[in-house]
């Protein structure tokens, strides 16, 4: 456990923030608190993958506008996604003539991004820093499973890619915005997991060890903490990091708020184990997790981002699944 | 115009250095210079991606060495690669327990981690980073082109995917470590090129715009510096590098270096416009641009990390070639 745990003494804010969620996140509980809900998985594009590109773009722009900013203020873009090449990504900004960093931290990459956009901000090197990420359906399921056109069956453990991007605007503190206290960088754990169908299982142990060691290095315990969120776990997975806390005697009650679990009602939606991919942390973040701190109704929250780090090609060849989780801490 | 350049005033340093370099590499002019060269391209591994992984790995534990440190010592590594969801790094620093942040940056992932390496040790975030990144002529050539039993012709725009790892550890100033002093994040341009054989013209613009920035920024030029280096543009696109500067009055004279035409000998290793892949300027950095800094036959250096960002995919839709420089300064 030699996770780095960082406290951000001039405390940059999250100043604005958007999500943009597919048709079927936005029947889901969460629905009227989405800035944009797409009609159309294709957004009016030729591909999926260019309909990926421009919604992460038009996340990044919808951000920029809440933050009252222009993107010029932008003094750096800060951006991943789940493709090949993180192409939703770059093609994205490929035009904002910004200063561009490209992550690839899986489902954690929009945590990995708040994190180094907030050291960024917190060191003074940059005044504001956006952090975008993307996922979507239909882009991840050909590219990471089957051709959609097969149809093919998915298992109780598997997960629902979401479609949707979310975009952070990080500045210096404002009134009002929530800020961001401390960082954990999380390690890479790998509990040995094969089932590329089993995401949950997979990041669990990177989780509790990113959230345990956070806990441990601040002194502090669940009962500090308003919610703890994590990326997307799924209902197996966190039913597993509530194991691993309880086999340590700690209980996280009902502070454990999973985004995966929490995007899809799983009883309607036949959406199995919850909500996976880049986007889907993200856009609860965006939507729930920043306007709920706002509101005061969360005072101290952790978020820890979850990422299962294999690839087609790894799952082939027989290697088990590597995940990892970052976390930042946020206050009122 | 807006790339943004950072001061750093702490000047970390690069503490250690690693190279390992595969057997063709280890055949061109910079043999002599490489910590290890390979004499098989699986490396004892089952398959290429294994052995591209254990590569990494292998000059992490090395640079680590040369840093004269433990791998307890450091507190973040961070690292990136071409495949698919970067599994050579994920993969390589599965078991180190030392929190770990991915990056996508292409070709320019290497200079990109030095960079934020440098900017959270100059912040007093961490003491110690550790920059890797690998590629792998055989893993890459079958990912981004054809099955290598094709034996598909090469273009003469074509450049040769470096074989190789480099590992640069950043930690706090030190004697005789060459220090870095400022850095440079570049924005994503695309000059519309769409031959994915012709990396180096894609490239150049970002190149030209990153270095002209720098330059700017700082109010320096060319002459102010013993080497600007550029990460992997070959003879196409370092020609073109040239060009641009001319078109605005600026000569580089014999003060720029490109990575890829140095590694190998284009005459006599049928590598047509040079070396590429992530690897390729890291290994050149690592083995000798670092060295000719600490003999002080360099004095002020300009390494540009140049990547194209483009995918099997984002060629197969038609899409021109996105690309990305960042750069970071080095002096005695």
Not at 82 to 103: E, K, M, V
Not at 204 to 210: H, L, Q, R, V
Request: charged letters at 20%; aromatic letters at 8%.
């Amino acid at each position: 456990m030699n996770n780095k745990t960082i406290v951000l003494r001039s405390t940059p804010g999250i100043i604005g923030a958007a999500s943009f969620a597919g048709k079927k996140e936005g029947e889901g509980p969460l629905a009227a608190k989405f800035d944009v809900i797409l009609d159309d998985a294709k957004y009016l594009e030729k591909t999926w993958e260019k309909a990926e590109s421009k919604i992460q773009y038009d996340a990044y722009q919808t951000a920029v506008k809440k933050a009252e900013l222009n993107e010029a203020d932008i003094d750096c873009i800060i951006s991943g996604d789940l493709l090949n090449q993180c192409i939703a990504s770059t093609f994205a900004h490929r035009d904002s003539d910004t200063p561009y960093l490209g992550l690839y931290g899986a489902c954690s990459t929009f945590a990995e991004g708040i994190l180094i956009g907030a050291l960024m901000v917190n060191a003074g090197y940059i005044n504001h820093t956006a952090a975008c990420v993307s996922s979507h359906f239909c882009t991840a399921e050909r590219q990471f499973r089957t051709p959609l056109e097969y149809g093919a069956q998915r298992t109780p453990t598997a997960q629902w890619t979401v479609t949707g991007a979310g975009c952070a605007i990080i500045g210096t503190r404002r009134e009002n915005a929530p800020f961001i206290t401390a960082a954990t960088i999380g390690a890479i754990k790998d509990g040995g997991i094969t089932d590329a169908n089993n995401m949950g299982a997979a990041m669990a142990p990177a989780a509790f060890e990113t959230i345990y060691t956070h806990m441990k290095n601040t002194g502090t315990s669940p009962k500090d903490y308003d919610m703890i969120a994590t990326g997307d776990l799924g209902h197996v997975g966190a039913r597993l990091l509530r194991e691993l806390f309880e086999m340590e005697g700690i209980s996280l009650e009902n502070r454990l708020f999973d985004c995966g679990c929490e995007i899809f009602d799983s009883n309607t939606q036949d959406t199995h184990a919850g909500g996976s991919g880049a986007a889907c942390s993200a856009v609860v973040f965006c939507a729930h997790i920043v306007e709920e701190i706002k509101k005061r109704n969360l005072k101290r929250v952790l978020f820890a981002g979850t990422g299962a780090l294999q690839s087609v090609l790894s799952v082939q060849q027989k290697e088990s699944i590597p995940a990892i989780c970052h976390l930042i801490e946020l206050s009122v």
